[in-house]
């Protein structure tokens, strides 16, 4: 994919649409270089039998293609993980040097995201607007099933770029104008399960609408009080792409945070799945509504029930190699004996670093959180359980691509969409990276350091603890206490 041709996201032209069905698991598949039949016109597939059925698939794994690219992203340029490595620009690991440049990939890593995520929506247009219309019998799932994956997109866009068209050459519009197509694409999808009300759980927090928010998410726990949406991915043709970057690179560019260390790699085979939705999320959806609205019993009970559901989700055991190095070699944390403090005002916690390299390693593989339910269930002050909410968000959804947003960070636009627009000029809305004052821009990748630099007396496999106390130079989630980050403040 990676010597794709440089294509606009208007109405897309069938023979495109149809090769990417035909061939739809393998990465090239939508690389207009390849089409079998360059004759093949709308008109033709529109009379073909069964056209929705058949434009299914396609749809479906260009959804996996955005979610394995904006995972990656929003890992990356949050705090959750730093880059030590040459797959991935090394500038994606401080939000202040994001640039237009930096998101022009048609790749499914960091650099892919705002390609991709136009790209289900362009697809979604197609089928919605060019292909059901003509078909006579169209099954009412299939429907449904793409006004998700349309809602989806537009959901994903309102989430992580400020600004960005919604047709050819269209003007950039705000995220709470693709937030609100989500919504009114979403509502076509109800018959495609409660994955379709999380995911209106999540567009109505990000609008700040507590009241619809915790509609959908007690609708989703009141259908399946375990939810889980975690689709996998094809092992040959559609890996997942942080698995690449966690684990089976020689050197794991991705490093988490130390204090989430406990966490990594969460995704550990080419086919691991991605959790989309889960019923977690809607569990801190509650309580942060809950805080927001002053009722802390309320949210303290939200709480609970996210880290609980969390405890029951399964772990995966396999042979970790990764040394944790850093860019210039040097030893990262991997002893089980270091404690982890959030910043310098913080208590350092023991169990959040596990010894590596090891074999049978056990990492969760859907949910974990360091938090304690009966600890959290103690809470009294409204700070004490913002920030244990704050946690529990990064932790519970760690590489699910919630961090980002929940940080205020927005992402620009992609250098040939400002490029090629003509309705879009340098230093409009969307064409530069928005990034909240609360986020330290001094010294360079400042929410991902952490004191003492030197932790062992040498860099080989028999390199010994100087140290066993490790702070980090910022809490995240205390900042995002102190600025009523939540939407619904």
Request: aromatic residues 6%; charged residues 20%; contains cysteine.
């Amino acid at each position: 994919m990676k010597n794709a041709p440089i294509r606009r996201w208007g109405a897309r032209k069938a023979g495109l649409v149809l090769f990417a069905v035909l061939a739809a698991s393998a990465c090239d598949a939508i690389d207009p270089t390849r089409i079998n039949n360059p004759t093949t016109t709308d008109e033709d597939l529109s009379k073909a039998k069964n056209p929705t059925a058949a434009l299914m698939p396609g749809l479906r794994a260009q959804f996996a293609r955005m979610i394995n690219a904006y995972v990656v992203a929003t890992a990356v340029i949050s705090d959750d993980y730093s880059i030590h490595g040459t797959g991935i620009v090394v500038d994606m690991d401080e939000p202040h040097l994001v640039t237009p440049t930096l998101v022009n990939s048609t790749g499914t890593s960091a650099s892919g995201v705002y390609w991709n995520v136009q790209e289900l929506r362009a697809l979604g247009d197609f089928v919605i607007d060019v292909i059901i219309p003509d078909d006579d019998e169209p099954d009412p799932k299939h429907i449904a099933e793409a006004h998700y994956y349309r809602g989806m997109a537009y959901l994903t866009l309102g989430e992580i770029f400020s600004h960005a068209p919604h047709e050819e050459d269209g003007e950039p519009q705000p995220s709470s104008a693709a937030l609100g197509k989500a919504v009114t694409d979403l509502r076509k999808a109800t018959g495609f399960g409660p994955r379709t009300l999380a995911a209106l759980a999540r567009t109505h927090r990000l609008l700040g609408d507590a009241s619809a928010a915790e509609t959908a998410a007690t609708s989703v726990l009141d259908s399946i009080p375990d939810f889980l949406f975690a689709p996998p991915y094809d092992e040959a043709f559609l890996p997942n792409t942080a698995v690449a970057f966690l684990v089976l690179r020689a050197l794991q560019e991705m490093q988490p945070l130390p204090r989430l260390d406990f966490l990594d790699p969460k995704y550990t085979e080419r086919g691991s799945p991605i959790a989309i939705a889960k019923a977690e999320e809607m569990h801190l959806i509650l309580a942060e509504a809950a805080l927001a609205g002053g009722d802390l019993a309320a949210a303290r009970t939200g709480l609970v029930n996210a880290i609980n559901m969390a405890g029951t989700r399964g772990m995966v055991s396999f042979d970790d190699i990764d040394e944790r190095r850093n860019a210039d070699l040097s030893l990262r944390p991997r002893s089980a004996e270091i404690m982890i403090r959030a910043d310098a005002n913080s208590p350092y916690r023991a169990g959040l670093v596990k010894d590596r390299p090891a074999d049978e390693l056990e990492v969760p593989s859907v949910s974990a959180t360091s938090l304690d339910a009966d600890s959290v269930s103690g809470l009294e002050s409204a700070e004490e359980l913002w920030h244990a909410l704050w946690l529990a968000r990064q932790e519970i959804m760690l590489l699910e691509g919630r961090r980002l947003a929940d940080l205020g960070i927005k992402l620009p636009m992609m250098r040939r969409e400002i490029d090629q627009n003509t309705s879009i000029s340098e230093g409009d809305p969307g064409t530069v990276a928005v990034v909240p004052g609360y986020i330290p821009q001094t010294p360079r990748y400042a929410m991902d350091i952490y004191s003492p630099v030197e932790i062992y007396d040498g860099t080989g496999p028999d390199a010994q603890l100087l140290v066993t106390e490790v702070t980090m130079q910022v809490d995240m989630n205390r900042v995002l206490v102190q600025n009523n980050a939540s939407p619904f403040q």
